[in-house]
Nanobody, 123 residues
Framework: QVQLVESGGGLVQAGGSLRLSCAASGRTISSYVMAWFRQAPGKEREFVAAINYSGGRNYYADSVKGRFTISRDNAKNTAYLQMNSLKPEDTAVYYC????????????????WGQGTQVTVSS
């Protein structure tokens, strides 16, 4: 089992930045694909970004491409999401997810999830 705990969310003005962290425990995540999803009020949970086990491959939703950067530090068993140039439409609960085998944008394919961290961007 992998336990994931997100942190780093908060309230920020439009144009600002936040860095989310996803700390894993229970197992090393060095073999896991790590991803970030988000869910805004009244909307479905959507894919944001994913990174493969080594960090050599990543993928972003079009809505965040060029503004967000996903990274990982396997030695610290932690994944990150650097969010720059934030917009009000980025407001959501952000979730970290992990999967052992699949590099995918499909939320149903991820086996492990954190509890989420709230990001609110004011205009």
């Amino acid at each position: 089992q992998v336990q994931l705990v997100e942190s780093g969310g908060g309230l920020v003005q439009a144009g600002g930045s936040l860095r989310l962290s996803c700390a894993a425990s229970g197992r090393t995540i060095s073999s896991y694909v790590m991803a970030w999803f988000r869910q805004a009020p009244g909307k479905e949970r959507e894919f944001v970004a994913a990174i493969n086990y080594s960090g050599g491959r990543n993928y972003y939703a079009d809505s965040v491409k060029g503004r967000f950067t996903i990274s990982r530090d396997n030695a610290k068993n932690t994944a990150y999401l650097q969010m720059n140039s934030l917009k009000p439409e980025d407001t959501a609960v952000y979730y970290c997810a992990a999967d052992l085998t699949r590099f995918t944008t499909a939320r149903s394919m991820y086996d492990y999830w954190g509890q989420g961290t709230q990001v609110t961007v004011s205009s």
